[in-house]
T-cell receptor
């Protein structure tokens, strides 16, 4: 039978607006978080990361906010452009004492961002 | 610096066959992780290799296996292919000691 796809949240904005994409993570022991952008037919592209000892980090046109109390992560994109249209994923990396879990990321379901000219 | 290179980009295989996918990480990176991406399940972790050893493993059957060579290049093998194995297979390269992970373009596997 047919497979049922994930129902990804969608966000539609006008060019020039600011966009906010949200993500709830599951593991309170996670100490490293990454945002990725994935365009159709391509692999995920690294945008920005943040460690659990920070609550905010800024890059070029992007800001990531981390709220560990409610296990929430957000990505803010300033002056959104049509080229920002893509699926955005947050990913978390759980910490362990031996540091052996660094290579394992758990991904959120993703958010589809559409930017209208 | 060259990015992560995955080959081949596209593959079509028949049920029951096996397949080998290749990933060349960023120079200097010692960790290669593999992920399966499908519309139904999203991005799921398969396994990670660090310094030629499997360090982490996801919840996939034993038909999925991998290895890493001394130059950090990694291969992933899927035996006895099933229709449900059709997916985009992605590898990610990182230092393995806490840095960011960077993905290749993926291999699109179609099982018919």
């Amino acid at each position: 039978g047919e497979s049922v796809g994930l129902h990804l949240p969608t966000l539609s904005v006008q060019e020039g607006d600011n966009s906010i994409i949200n993500c709830a993570y599951s593991n309170s022991a996670s100490d490293y978080f990454i945002w990725y952008k994935q365009e159709s037919g391509k692999g995920p592209q690294f945008i920005i990361d943040i460690r659990s000892n920070m609550d905010k980090r800024q890059g070029q046109r992007v800001t990531v906010l981390l709220n560990k109390t409610v296990k929430h992560l957000s990505l803010q994109i300033a002056a959104t452009q049509p080229g920002d249209s893509a699926v955005y994923f947050c990913a978390e990396n759980p910490a362990n004492a031996g540091g052996t879990s660094y290579g394992k990321l758990t991904f959120g379901q993703g958010t589809i961002l559409t930017v209208h000219p | 610096k060259a990015g992560v290179t995955q080959t081949p980009r596209y593959l079509i295989k028949t049920r029951g066959q096996q397949v080998t996918l290749s990933c060349s990480p960023i120079s200097g990176h010692r960790s290669v992780s593999w992920y399966q991406q499908t519309p139904g399940q999203g991005l799921q972790f398969l396994f990670e290799y660090f310094s030629e050893t499997q360090r982490n493993k996801g919840n996939f059957p034993g038909r999925f296996s991998g290895r890493q060579f001394s130059n950090s290049r990694s291969e992933m093998n899927v035996s006895t292919l099933e229709l449900g194995d059709s997916a985009l297979y992605l590898c990610a390269s990182s230092s393995g000691t806490g840095g960011s992970a960077f993905f290749g373009q993926g291999t699109r596997l179609t099982v018919v």
